[in-house]
């Protein structure tokens, strides 16, 4: 091979690897061309899935301001769609005086329950048309009546009996003074007759010594004076005793049995006209217990024998039953405002135009026990008189429904940049 061959060699093998390097670089600049472009578009999709949520951040917010929902949900708290309390920081620095504090969830109970029981037992022979669950009664209204023979029968004997116990008492009142005329009377007989006695006793005993009376006539005469001697001692004793109180004591027994019959009379006619069930109070039948043929006794514990009639309540009355948490008790205050919106009709325009903001209550006490099992305080809060109208007694609020009920803040409580609780119960 000659020079010019061995130099060409070389020369030919440099020029394939440059061409070979400057490849690579392109190849290089052309990816890294690509890469940059990656950023931008993390950001463009940044970009838009930020839009996306800020815009359906904003209509969810624009209808919770809508009227319907600011007025189903009271001020300084909010729910969320599946009912559920959520927190709401305070507005300022300082709480103002009436914004809520704490919310909490509760049920609703009868301020007083009354279990319609009859007084004596029998079988219901009557009952009123509409005895039935709903209907409101007003107190005194007849529910039922319980056959009445036999307590009939007792009142009967018991009013003869006083009846006769009244004549007798009557009658040694008004024969006292002449009672005592007569003893006077019968004792002044008594001394005239022992007169006459003692001065033929004399005579006889005269005439005996001559013989001109016999001695039957003589012991006779004898034996009859002192006789009479002794019915004067008894009827001056009988006199000393009925001017001493022997008849007032006689008059006092007297009352005594006429009071005694009275009590037996009375208490016949209280088992009498209680054979007659009334309502005890203005107040809505809850449940029915007994019906038409049944037997009921207030003391019977056997299951063929009802104990109770019905069970009433006053549904205009009503206190919501709430459980607080220990850590948020010391929020709450008897005599505190409350707003309470039964969850039911949170979103019903026909209540909220009635009742925009709910109904308002007042704590009406604290329990005096806690409950162990789930940390909390018992809590009562009290529908304000007059809120539930006769009309609308068991239309909204009924009991064991659920209630929502918003404590607020008294004027005189303001801690600053305290945020509003919720309490789970």
Aim: proline fraction near 5%; include cysteine.
């Amino acid at each position: 091979m000659s020079e010019r061959g061995q130099l060409s060699a070389p020369k030919e093998l440099s020029d394939r690897v440059r061409s070979l390097r400057l490849t690579n670089r392109e190849t290089s600049a052309a990816n890294s061309s690509r890469l940059a472009w990656l950023p931008w578009i993390f950001c463009i999709v940044l970009l838009f899935t930020s839009v996306a949520f800020g815009y359906r951040a904003y209509r969810v917010g624009g209808l919770s301001t809508s009227p319907t929902a600011a007025t189903a949900t009271p001020a300084g708290y909010a729910t969320t769609p599946s009912g559920q309390s959520v927190e709401l920081p305070a507005s300022g620095a300082v709480a103002a005086a009436g914004e809520v504090v704490l919310q909490s969830k509760g049920y609703v109970i009868p301020k007083s329950l009354v279990q319609v029981s009859p007084k004596v037992g029998g079988q219901l022979i009557w009952i009123n048309d509409r005895f039935e669950e709903g209907r409101r009664f007003k107190k005194g209204d007849k529910l039922a009546e319980i056959e009445k023979t036999e307590y009939q029968a007792e009142f009967d004997q018991a009013e003869s009996a006083y009846l006769a116990a009244c004549e007798r008492y009557q009658e040694l009142v008004k024969t006292r003074p002449e009672e005592i005329k007569q003893a006077e009377a019968e004792l002044e007989e008594a001394r005239q007759t022992g007169l006459q006695l003692q001065l033929e006793y004399e005579r006889n005993q005269r005439l005996a010594s001559t013989r001109a009376v016999p001695l039957r006539e003589l012991e006779q005469a004898q034996y009859s004076s002192e006789a009479n001697k002794a019915r004067l001692r008894r009827l001056e004793a009988t006199l000393r005793l009925l001017r001493d109180g022997r008849l007032d004591r006689r008059i006092q027994a007297a009352e005594f049995e006429m009071k005694q019959a009275k009590g037996v009379l009375d208490r016949a006619r209280w088992r009498l006209e209680n054979t007659i069930i009334t309502a005890p109070i203005d107040g809505t039948i809850l449940t029915k217990k007994a019906e038409l043929g049944n037997m009921v006794n207030p003391s019977a514990f056997s299951s063929g024998i009802s104990a109770s009639l019905c069970e009433m309540a006053d549904l205009t009355k009503l206190e919501i039953d709430l459980s607080i948490q220990e850590r948020d008790i010391a929020a709450v205050k008897v005599g505190q405002e409350c707003q309470i919106m039964p969850e039911a009709y949170q979103n019903d325009p026909e209540f909220l135009s009635k009742h925009p903001r709910g109904y308002r209550g007042v704590v009406s006490r604290l329990m005096p026990t806690a409950d162990r099992a789930k940390g909390a305080i018992p809590v009562r809060v009290a529908i304000a008189p007059g809120e539930i109208p006769e009309a609308e007694a068991g239309l909204y609020l009924r009991p064991d429904m659920s209630a929502l009920v918003s404590f607020k803040r008294s004027p005189t409580a303001t801690t600053a940049g305290e945020p509003t609780r919720t309490s789970s119960n």
